[in-house]
């Protein structure tokens, strides 16, 4: 293989052939003697560095190119074991380079089987929860197994299409994917082939086996051989990684570096606390921005809603240190952009959900500071794993509600995970309330986002299993509204208990000024943000200007925002955070269509909407062909009945119809009389017979779509020949044809992962006009005559990636085809 993979590729010139020849030599020597060497080794022998392992010549020139000698404790246990063919359930501490304990068996299991080129099929399947996992994996093969091995390997994570990945992964032998999609490869694509696979490996295997992955991870391997060596790594080991029966696992060998260890965290961390009410979380943030500009860090938020606030409020504030802001509901290129900009960045704060919590090895990180509360003792492992990484030195901060203070203290304690209290200077601390409130009264937008971010704040806590940790009821709700710069929380319709009535409440404690009735007779909030139903008071208290402001409504002016909002209940705001909420929470809206009369029977009797003028300015229009009147009672309403589109809404969609023989019109499903229903037998029966029946249709059906796809498939073969039989009337191109299938193999594996030699025939083939590669344009020749220099060689002499965009780059140039 060329050093340097996929740079400065040339056409092997006759030294070079030569020179590949006896490297195939040696290498069969070589492999030969590992295979000794790997049956003499004492899995459970103490080994301290890469070099006391019987390693390939071209592995040990990788990771001395990557100036990796020591071997971790992780790596130390795991890898003789691997090397030996064992089954592995590896945890270590984050950070401790479980990477290579899985990706140096990887390249010399695969080595010593020669499992080289498009004949051996994939090999090696290496799952990873999260892109960008999967991506910083492959880079670190990458850069492992170019000096030398001539494996063929790529990325399966999406974001391509699938034709172009189809073609990618028939010339892999090894591949770096996520679970989804793997999944939808290997029941879609009929020529993937996995029969040949010898190795599979789950990275952070408690998350992939946990959240929603676990049904796609039963189902690949499924389709994998029994027969295969699989590895299981984790920063955390937990019952489920252990519950290993259903990946077939053999006799795994456990190797977990923590039991020895007093500590469940790196010993160069240092993990601190601090007490921190709800309200006051965003003042504390700010206060630590602030003394620690000079600094890399990263800041964990509950939900992608909180990170967009934050992230968008502090940037308005310029803080005076570059702010990213990472979740995953971002674009794929915007993800792979922010991580890339963040590992590169001297100083910077990263706001982040737990997207980004596990495997991303920024380097630097000088501080984890989670501002909400982790959701279990191994969310928090994960999260802090993202500094202290490979003996250096982190700080990681918690910030904690008193009623979250004990619960999490005691999990954590559990685990092993040395905290400590401390405090904020006084002097140090600052309020940032005022000028939130200002910037969400200038710019709705923010406010809308602060409102969601609120929401989802209150929903992540309630959704929360361990109660003793997070407790609702004793969040001061109101005030953390307040603090996010709102007029008022709004109201979510599942704290309609106790919590409900508490904010409800709330506004006549007189928590927050601006939820009392202006004096104009205009209550504060909008709508759409469902403010706590305020109690109109009969003595104004003392109000600021701001207070009067917020509480000032203006349908016309914020309509636009209204109708965003709607929107982004139902896309999750520009498509950016979890649209599932919604499920069971909602922001309360009015009801705008009356039942019948002209009063809202369907509203909660208590609900003062804040937008409705005095009752007897209400008029009721009825709307023929719709159920209901509507009641206009604002301007907005009545512009309404001018709307056609509008209109045709309120009356319904068209329903399709079927007619009997005698003409009367029925939906298309109506539900059957019981009585007949019955007499027609048991139900089990009926539905014995429906399925019998129904197997019978598609039985038919079947063979007349055989049928077909028999005759279309003789169609094709003909039409092949035919076209073959013509151009070898025209001479010799057939030659060129399978030439080319070869030079475009050897080009995408070397392209891919510099991991292939190039093929050794080239020499001999006829030099004829050259056939398009994978990686050029329709116009690349013509360019590359012009400019002297073609598009191919661009591509060939693209710099080695550097950052996570260079990779998304080199992982589409490979998976084109
Ligand atoms: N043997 C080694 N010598 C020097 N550095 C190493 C070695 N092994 C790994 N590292 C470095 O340590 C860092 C952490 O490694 P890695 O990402 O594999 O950790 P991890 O255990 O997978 O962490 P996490 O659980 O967070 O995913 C990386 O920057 C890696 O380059």
């Keep these: 293989m060329a050093p340097g993979g996929i740079t400065g590729r040339t056409r092997p010139t006759k030294p070079k052939k030569q020179a590949r020849a006896q490297k195939r030599k040696r290498d069969d020597v070589d492999v030969e003697k590992l295979e000794q060497a790997v049956a003499e080794l004492d899995p459970k022998g103490t080994y301290k560095s890469f070099a006391d392992l019987p390693l390939s010549e071209s592995t040990k020139a990788g990771l001395k190119a990557c100036h990796f000698a020591a071997l971790t404790d992780i790596q130390a246990k795991a890898i003789p074991l691997a090397l030996k063919g064992m089954d592995i359930l590896g945890a270590a501490k984050t950070g401790s380079g479980k990477t290579l304990a899985f990706l140096v068996p990887v390249l010399e299991n695969l080595y010593r089987a020669q499992c080289v080129g498009a004949d051996a099929g994939l090999s090696a399947m290496i799952i990873s929860p999260t892109r960008e996992l999967a991506i910083q994996i492959f880079e670190v093969l990458r850069n492992v197994g170019k000096r030398g091995h001539l494996f063929a390997a790529g990325l399966i994570i999406g974001g391509k299409s699938l034709q172009e990945e189809r073609d990618?992964?028939?010339?892999?032998?090894i591949v770096v994917c996520t679970p989804g999609r793997i999944l939808q490869h290997l029941s879609q694509t009929a020529a993937f082939n996995v029969d040949n696979l010898r190795m599979?490996?789950?990275?952070?295997?408690?998350?992939?086996?946990?959240?929603?992955?676990?049904?796609d991870?039963?189902?690949?391997?499924?389709?994998?051989?029994?027969?295969?060596?699989?590895?299981?790594?984790?920063?955390?080991?937990?019952k489920r990684v252990s519950d290993l029966a259903r990946l077939s696992l053999k006799e795994p060998e456990y190797v977990s570096v923590h039991e020895s260890a007093s500590t469940a965290t790196p010993q160069t961390l240092q993990q601190n606390y601090i007490l921190t009410p709800l309200p006051q979380k965003l003042d504390t943030l700010w206060s630590f921005l602030q003394s620690?500009?000079?600094?890399k860090i990263i800041v964990f938020l509950s939900s992608g809603k909180q990170v967009r606030f934050v992230y968008e409020a502090f940037r308005h504030m310029q803080p005076g240190i570059p702010l990213l802001h990472l979740h995953g509901r971002q674009r794929q290129t915007a993800r792979l952009d922010i991580t890339s900009k963040f590992a590169a960045a001297k100083h910077s704060c990263l706001f982040a959900t737990d997207?980004?919590?596990?495997?991303?090895?920024?380097?630097?990180?000088?501080?984890?500071?989670?501002?909400?509360?982790?959701?279990?003792?191994?969310?928090?492992?994960?999260?802090?794993?993202?500094?202290?990484?490979?003996?250096?030195?982190g700080r990681a901060v918690l910030f904690l509600d008193p009623s979250e203070e004990a619960g999490m203290l005691a999990r954590l304690a559990a685990r092993k995970v040395p905290i400590e209290r401390i405090g904020v200077r006084e002097k140090k601390q600052s309020s940032i309330r005022d000028q939130l409130q200002h910037m969400c009264f200038k710019d709705p937008q923010l406010k809308y986002?602060?409102?969601?971010?609120?929401?989802?704040?209150?929903?992540?806590?309630?959704?929360m299993r361990d109660k003793e940790v997070f407790r609702l009821g004793e969040l001061a709700l109101e005030e953390f509204a307040a603090s996010l710069g709102l007029p008022g929380a709004p109201r979510i319709k599942f704290l309609k208990g106790d919590n409900a009535k508490e904010l409800k409440n709330a506004p006549r404690r007189g928590v927050s000024p601006s939820s009392e009735e202006s004096e104009d007779g205009e209550q504060k909030g909008e709508e759409d943000a469902a403010p706590q139903k305020p109690k109109p008071k009969k003595q104004d208290a003392v109000r600021t200007r701001y207070d009067r402001m917020f509480e000032r409504r203006n349908q016309d002016v914020l309509a636009d925002h209204y109708t965003k909002l709607v929107k982004d209940d139902e896309d999750g705001f520009n498509g950016d955070d979890q649209a599932p909420e919604d499920d069971f929470l909602s922001v309360k809206r009015r009801i705008a269509v009356d039942t019948d009369t002209d009063t809202d029977a369907d509203a909660d009797p208590e609900d003062t909407t804040p937008t409705a003028p005095p009752a007897e300015a209400k008029k009721t229009v009825r709307i023929p062909g719709a159920a209901q009147a509507l009641v206009i009672d604002s301007k907005r309403r009545e512009k309404l009945l001018k709307s056609k589109k509008k209109l045709s809404k309120l009356k319904g969609g068209n329903k399709k119809l079927v007619f009997d023989d005698e003409g009367n019109a029925h939906e298309i499903y109506e539900l059957e009389d019981e009585e007949a229903f019955r007499q027609r037998g048991a139900p089990e029966e009926q539905r014995e017979r429906f399925v019998r029946e129904a197997r019978e249709r598609v039985g038919v059906a079947d063979v007349g779509d055989k049928a077909l796809a028999k005759e279309k498939k003789r169609e094709k073969r003909e039409k092949r020949k035919r076209r073959e039989r013509e151009e070898e009337g025209a001479g010799g191109v057939e030659v060129e044809r399978d030439g080319e299938g070869a030079d475009a193999f050897a080009d995408f594996v070397r392209d891919t992962a510099g991991l292939v030699e190039?093929?050794?025939?080239?020499?001999?083939?006829?030099?004829?006009?050259?056939?398009k590669k994978w990686f050029e344009d329709e116009d690349s020749e013509e360019e590359g005559t012009r400019n002297g220099k073609s598009k191919r060689r661009k591509a060939a002499e693209r710099a080695e990636p550097e950052t996570l965009e260079d990779l998304e780059a080199l992982a589409s140039g490979l998976l084109g085809a």
């Excluded at 599979?200 to 049904?215: P, S, W, Y």
Aim: hydrophobic content about 35%.
């Design 200 to 215: 599979l490996v789950l990275d952070e295997a408690d998350r992939i086996l946990d959240m929603g992955f676990q049904r």
């Design 449 to 463: 986002l602060g409102q969601k971010a609120f929401v989802s704040y209150v929903r992540s806590v309630h959704i």
């Design 292 to 295: 620690s500009k000079k600094s």
């Design 355 to 393: 997207v980004a919590a596990r495997g991303l090895d920024f380097p630097a990180v000088d501080w984890v500071v989670q501002v909400d509360c982790p959701e279990d003792a191994d969310t928090y492992i994960h999260r802090v794993g993202r500094t202290a990484r490979y003996e250096r030195d």
């Design 758 to 771: 190039e093929g050794g025939d080239e020499e001999e083939r006829p030099q004829k006009k050259r056939p």
């Design 168 to 173: 990618a992964l028939a010339r892999m032998n």
């Design 217 to 238: 991870v039963d189902a690949i391997v499924e389709y994998l051989p029994k027969d295969r060596q699989t590895l299981l790594f984790s920063a955390t080991q937990t």
